[in-house]
């Protein structure tokens, strides 16, 4: 089921990209761009335009231009408009731009502004004297191509972009119309020909799909998508095949008797593998077509929801073959891979010693110490390369060491999981005779533990190393940011503004943790340049409230300068007379100079702005930031693009690894799950094969109530350690993960999300009871007499 809805996933990804990209495109037959990203000239326009083959041609020009509407300045993408046939915006009300004043506005920037047909706009292009008045004619549909949707849409004719933009500045692409019965292939030679004869630098034409695939290609990295998220899927598999192993173990282990049976009443070794290996391919089969349906079905739904969203009507479901034909041989393979060894295990052994138990793998044979001896030399030489290639920051070298240490821990984990559990086990000795026996009961059958554990053990390994590297690349990325970036948002006063009860406003605004002001004390003159740099005063309290940079903490007597300032002793230019202090120059530019305001004693420089410095709480969205960008440019009676700062990158960052924490953890929690299903397996079966055991122990005096409190502390005890374990390592892993990946960047101190790795224990734990709830309760329901009579 993953592994057919990743596949499903990638290819309804590109479906719906090139469903939304391919809007510009979908009246031509052709598009011509330029590989070098060249303008086209009016020469080579003129010549493709001319070609025999075309019917009808659009040349695309554009440009960002700038408009007051709203209650603010608004950012836009104005178009020319394209003839009737090779027009891909849909008019909604109105008409399309029939004058040279004209324009047409897309209807959701329209109502986010307050614009309707018959307002009118100022459009201000590059330059002072660009800029051209338009009335709105029409309102069209929003776009839904990501290269677009994010600014308003604007269609105006020719006229107006040559009042806003500069003369000579070309046509970023063409597109054709073909005449019927015209070769596309012979189209598009000849149109690239005239157009290169007529000067076009790098032109390529391609089929209308043809783009759109090229573009998807870049959108997506060559289907990263599809690859990272087949990497869960792997994980997943390999869950899965860990569960249906130890699940055919066990069904194996309850039916030696029986197989031994048969040896001895002549069935062959290849009849009792045969027979196992067919329960599994039968298995295998339904299981997977069951799984592929499921697939399609939650991939529908999701597409069902996504169209139902306004901003997303264009999802697209896509179901190659390739999901269906994946999902079913690796559903089926895995089973029968999965089945092989416990086969095996089953005609291993001659029939009479079949009726014998076999030994685990243990230290005290063979079998054992192998496995002990290559998991310790992966672990060993795993570990030594995972902290080579975080200290020399060599990702490959540290992923490399990560995944051998890994599998050495997994190949040692049946000689010490069991230890483990039995010493956890003694935790359980408060609980009476129930603890005391399902401490017991989880080390009895050390392989089957170990397998149970195991799987469980990779998927909160993954889950917690995801948590760790995470908050940990977060931690290191916020430090970095605010070296680069010690204040959140900053703004100049304007002369006109009451300053103080400008402060105070946007103190007041949600979201703004601390305001300060700084008064201009001085300049410093920097001879090479000739400029002189202007120096604000903040007093220690001040800087200490505002300043993200923990190690930016202003003192007196050094006057702070932006990077690529002069170094050396200062002479600073105050309203009382000259300074001297000591300069210190930091590693960013992106604040101005400053000191301590106790570093001098004369007053503020007269008719010189002053400075304001923002702090935001850490919680605030980037919505919230850019209502408090606005709010405090109009408080402080500025532009709104003067207000500048960080904060806008860290919000997105940081929403950036959210969702790709949430999306990570909820693949890998498939893996967890499939893992705690395994758990419920194991308890199951390991119900059924001590029914006469616990009918005895009912006997005994034992009652339903104590026999469902053994069976859940049995679970319990296994996922609990599993889970810890996992913690542990996942920890260690995501942390190293973190320095290898960030380490030349950045100072990666490790950062435990001790609340999130909780979260998780209590989930894994809380899931181990519940999968013993049915085993429990089967176990319950059988009367002693019952039990006692199974054979």
């Given at each position: 089921?993953?592994?057919?809805?990743?596949?499903?996933v990638?290819?309804?990804?590109?479906?719906?990209?090139?469903a939304?990209i391919?809007?510009a495109?979908?009246?031509?037959d052709?598009?011509?761009?330029?590989?070098s990203?060249?303008a086209?000239s009016?020469?080579a326009?003129?010549?493709?335009?001319s070609?025999?083959?075309?019917?009808?041609?659009?040349?695309?020009?554009?440009s960002y231009v700038t408009f007051?509407?709203?209650?603010g300045?608004?950012?836009?993408?104005l178009r020319n408009?394209a003839?009737a046939?090779l027009?891909s915006?849909?008019?909604?009300?109105?008409?399309?731009p029939?004058?040279?004043?004209?324009?047409?506005?897309d209807?959701?920037s329209?109502e986010?502004?307050?614009l309707?047909v018959?307002?009118?706009?100022?459009?201000?292009?590059g330059?002072?004297?660009k800029n051209?008045k338009?009335?709105?004619?029409?309102?069209?549909?929003?776009?839904?191509?990501p290269?677009?949707?994010?600014?308003?849409?604007?269609?105006?004719?020719?006229?107006v972009?040559n009042?806003v933009q500069?003369?000579?500045?070309?046509?970023?692409?063409?597109?054709f119309?073909?005449?019927?019965?015209?070769?596309?292939?012979a189209?598009k030679?000849y149109?690239g020909?005239r157009?290169?004869a007529?000067?076009?630098?790098?032109p390529?034409?391609?089929t209308?799909?043809?783009?759109?695939?090229?573009t998807?290609?870049m959108?997506?990295?060559?289907?990263?998508?599809t690859?990272?998220?087949?990497a869960?899927?792997g994980?997943?598999?390999?869950?899965?095949?860990?569960?249906?192993?130890?699940?055919?173990?066990v069904?194996v282990?309850?039916r030696t008797r029986?197989?031994a049976?048969?040896?001895?009443?002549?069935?062959?070794?290849?009849q009792?593998?045969?027979?196992?290996?067919?329960?599994?391919l039968?298995?295998?089969v339904v299981s997977?077509?069951?799984?592929?349906?499921?697939?399609?079905?939650?991939?529908?739904?999701?597409?069902a929801?996504a169209k139902?969203?306004p901003?997303?009507?264009f999802?697209?479901?896509?179901v190659p073959?390739?999901?269906?034909?994946a999902?079913?041989v690796?559903?089926t393979?895995l089973?029968?891979?999965?089945a092989?060894?416990?086969?095996?295990a089953a005609t291993a052994?001659?029939?009479?010693?079949?009726l014998?138990?076999?030994?685990?793998?243990s230290?005290?044979?063979?079998?054992?110490?192998?496995?002990?001896?290559?998991?310790?030399?992966?672990?060993?030489?795993?570990?030594?390369l995972?902290v080579?290639?975080?200290?020399?920051v060599?990702?490959?070298?540290?992923?490399?060491?990560?995944?051998a240490s890994f599998?050495?821990?997994?190949?040692?984990?049946t000689?010490f999981?069991?230890?483990?559990v039995?010493?956890?086990g003694?935790?359980t000795?408060p609980?009476?005779?129930?603890?005391?026996?399902?401490?017991v009961n989880?080390?009895r059958?050390p392989a089957?533990?170990s397998?149970t554990?195991?799987?469980?053990?990779i998927?909160?390994t993954?889950?917690?190393?995801?948590?760790?590297?995470?908050a940990t690349?977060?931690?290191?990325?916020?430090?970095?940011?605010?070296e680069?970036?010690?204040v959140?948002?900053?703004?100049?006063?304007?002369?006109?503004?009451?300053?103080?009860?400008?402060?105070?406003?946007?103190?007041?605004?949600?979201g703004v943790?601390?305001?300060?002001l700084l008064?201009?004390?001085?300049?410093i003159?920097?001879?090479t340049?000739?400029?002189?740099?202007?120096?604000?005063?903040?007093?220690?309290?001040?800087a200490?409230?505002?300043?993200r940079?923990?190690?930016l903490r202003?003192?007196p007597?050094?006057?702070?300068l932006?990077?690529?300032s002069p170094?050396?002793?200062?002479?600073?230019?105050?309203?009382?007379?000259?300074?001297?202090?000591n300069?210190k120059?930091?590693?960013?530019?992106?604040?101005?100079?400053f000191?301590?305001?106790?570093?001098i004693?004369?007053g503020?420089?007269p008719?010189t702005?002053?400075?304001?410095w923002?702090?935001?709480?850490?919680s605030?969205?980037?919505?919230?930031v850019?209502?408090i960008?606005?709010d405090?440019?109009?408080a402080?009676?500025?532009?709104e693009r003067?207000?500048?700062g960080?904060?806008?990158?860290?919000?997105?960052?940081?929403?950036?690894?959210?969702?790709?924490?949430?999306?990570v953890?909820?693949?890998?929690?498939?893996a967890?799950?499939?893992a705690?299903?395994?758990v419920?397996?194991?308890?199951?079966l390991?119900?059924l094969?001590r029914?006469r055991?616990?009918s005895?122990l009912r006997?005994?005096g034992l009652?339903?109530?104590?026999?469902?409190?053994?069976?859940?502390?049995?679970?319990?005890?296994?996922?609990?350690?599993?889970s810890?374990?996992g913690?542990?390592?996942?920890?260690?892993y995501?942390w190293?993960?973190a320095?290898a990946?960030?380490?030349?960047?950045a100072?990666?101190?490790?950062?435990?999300?001790?609340?999130?790795?909780a979260?998780v224990f209590g989930v894994a734990?809380?899931?181990g009871?519940?999968?013993?709830?049915?085993?429990?309760r089967r176990?319950a329901r059988l009367?002693?007499?019952?039990?006692?009579?199974?054979?």
């Open positions: 089921m993953f592994l057919s809805s990743t596949l499903m990638g290819a309804s990804t590109n479906a719906s990209l090139g939304s391919g809007e495109y979908r009246n031509a052709l598009v011509a761009t330029s590989k990203g060249e086209f009016q020469a326009v003129d010549a493709a335009a070609s025999p083959a075309v019917e009808a041609s659009y040349a695309e020009r554009s007051e509407a709203g209650g300045e608004q950012y836009g993408k408009t003839p046939s027009e915006a849909v008019l909604a009300s109105g008409s399309m029939g004058n040279a004043l004209e324009a047409a506005i209807v959701k329209a986010h502004l307050g309707a018959g307002s009118t706009l100022e459009l201000h292009g330059g002072p004297v051209a338009v009335t709105i004619s029409g309102l069209i549909q929003a776009t839904n191509d290269f677009s949707s994010s600014s308003a849409q604007l269609l105006s004719s020719e006229s972009l009042a500069d003369a000579g500045a070309g046509y970023s692409g063409l597109q119309a073909l005449k019927p019965g015209e070769d596309v292939s189209a030679d149109i020909h157009m290169e007529a000067g076009a630098v790098d390529v034409l391609e209308a799909q043809e783009k759109v695939t090229s998807v290609a959108l997506s990295g060559g289907d990263q998508l690859i990272v998220l087949l869960f899927a994980i997943a598999i390999l869950v899965s095949t860990l569960v249906v192993a130890n699940t055919f173990s069904l282990a309850q029986e197989l049976l048969l040896r001895c009443l002549g069935a062959g070794r290849g009792i593998r045969g027979s196992v290996m067919l329960e599994a039968v298995i295998g997977s077509v069951l799984g592929v349906l499921a697939a399609t079905g939650l991939m529908s739904a999701l597409i929801w139902s969203q901003e997303q009507a999802a697209t479901l896509a073959p390739s999901a269906i034909i999902g079913l690796a559903g393979l089973t029968v891979v999965a092989l060894v416990p086969a095996k052994v001659a029939p009479l010693a079949a014998r138990p076999a030994d685990d793998a230290v005290r044979n063979r079998r054992g110490r192998v496995r002990l001896l290559l998991g310790l030399v992966a672990f060993a030489g795993g570990t030594a995972l080579y290639g975080s200290i020399n060599v990702l490959e070298v540290a992923l490399l060491g990560g995944a599998v050495g821990i997994l190949l040692c984990s000689l999981i069991p230890g483990v039995a010493l956890a003694r935790l000795a609980a009476g005779v129930p603890g005391k026996l399902a401490a989880a080390t059958n089957r533990t397998a554990a195991a799987a469980l053990l998927g909160v993954l889950v917690s190393l995801m948590m760790t590297g995470a690349s977060r931690q290191a990325f916020n430090d970095t940011l605010a680069k970036y010690p959140d948002l900053a703004a100049q006063t304007a002369g006109s503004a009451d300053t103080a009860q400008a402060i105070n406003r946007i103190k007041r605004l949600d943790s601390a305001a300060v008064q201009p004390v001085g300049t003159h920097n001879e340049t000739g400029d002189d740099t202007t120096v604000y005063g903040l007093s220690a309290g001040d200490a409230s505002v300043l940079d923990n190690n202003p003192v007597g050094t006057v702070y932006p990077k690529g170094r050396g002793a200062a002479s600073m230019t105050t309203a009382g007379g000259n300074v001297t202090l300069a120059v930091l590693r960013t530019a992106h604040v101005p100079a000191l301590e305001s106790s570093s004693t004369a503020p420089l008719e702005p002053g400075m304001v923002v702090k935001l709480d850490d605030v969205s980037g919505d919230r850019q209502a960008q606005k405090m440019a109009s402080l009676g500025v532009h003067t207000v500048s960080a904060a806008i990158e860290r919000v997105t960052f940081n929403s950036i690894i959210d969702v790709l924490l949430l999306v953890t909820g693949l890998l929690g498939v967890v799950v499939i705690l299903i395994g419920a397996n194991t308890l199951s390991s119900v094969e029914t055991e616990n005895l006997a005994l009652t339903t109530g104590q026999l469902r409190g053994m069976l859940a502390i049995e679970a319990v005890l296994v996922a609990g350690v599993a810890l374990m913690a542990g390592m996942g920890i260690v995501g190293l993960g320095q990946t960030l380490g030349s960047m100072s990666v101190v490790p950062t435990v999300p001790w609340l999130q790795l979260a734990v809380v899931a009871l519940l999968a013993s709830v049915i085993p429990a176990a009367s002693p007499v019952e039990g006692l009579a199974t054979a």
